[in-house]
DNA sequence: CCGTATCCTCCCCGATACTG
DNA sequence: CAGTATCGGGGAGGATACGG
């Protein structure tokens, strides 16, 4: 994440009171905001999202998910993984047994994640025309236009 | 946006199917994937919510938004209205008046993004402290560790 | 006032190779 | 199997200057 503009957008800042942060100064939504912002990054992640639908199903391990995900790489994958866990929003637990087995699962927060996102990927589906058709309509325009 | 890797995340396969789409051979989601990363991208995106968040209040011009969003720079800004506008999300309208004036509304499709993108925020705010104990618990493992 | 054009920097992330 | 280490290309985006 880069650093935090203070911004007062009023839908924020709303959402921001109704939590109970203080308003003082128009800063509210400023000191939220970048935790906000954090949440926000994860979701536009290339990866994030796909780890969590993954572990949404039942925990995983590292190889499955490796697999699973078409085109991750270890390091992201890790890097990933790393991040989620951090953030309490994933579970990472070492059996100790040769081969290494490690298992990552959704935690209670975790779960909690999953249907604001998962809105937020509905809406994408069932728009999914109407943004296409836009976007044909806008690129013929600027190319007509030049 | 990237290049799209075809993922088979059941959830995501689980709303595809919901929205009609082919789930023929497993790469239902495939398809949509890339459409719908380009809505969570846009999420992701530093600027593009406290834009459309900016607009929810009705109305704003060009310098406005400039004003409005601390650490934007006209660029950026420009760049961000033209991919909110190309996606149908936001309207831009000329006023031909000297000094030039241009307005940017959200559009009908905009206005009904502001749901689901709002949720996610609520989640943010609802769960800053109990993220944040992650984080500070996780970093103290870590540096005692090494 | 509302952009566009150019430059330039930083850092993301993919590829690859190596360890316990 | 499950990672870490290191290098390098490329794109995102800030600063600045200029045009309609």
Redo the contacts with the bound molecule.
């Keep these: 994440m880069?650093t935090m503009p203070t911004t007062d957008v009023p839908v924020v800042r709303e959402l921001a009171e109704r939590h109970g942060l203080p308003a003082e100064g128009g800063c509210a939504a400023a000191e939220a905001t970048s935790e906000v912002r954090s949440v926000l990054d994860r979701v536009g992640?290339?990866w994030s999202v796909l780890i969590l639908g993954m572990l949404s199903g039942g925990p995983q391990?590292?190889?499955?998910l490796l697999h699973g995900i078409d085109g991750?790489?270890?390091?992201?994958l890790?890097l990933n993984?790393?991040q989620l866990e951090r953030d309490g929003l994933v579970s990472?637990t070492v059996h100790a047994v040769v081969?290494?087995?490690?298992d990552y699962a959704l935690t209670d927060l975790g779960a909690t994640l999953l249907p604001p996102v998962l809105a937020l990927v509905d809406w994408a589906l069932e728009n999914t025309t109407t943004i296409r058709d836009h976007r044909d309509q806008f690129d013929a325009r600027a190319t007509s236009a030049g």
Tied chains: 1, 2.
Aim: aromatic letters at 4%; charged letters at 40%; proline letters at 10%.
């Design positions: 880069t992640d290339k391990r590292f190889t499955e991750i790489s270890q390091r992201m890790t993984l790393r990472r081969p290494p087995r490690v």
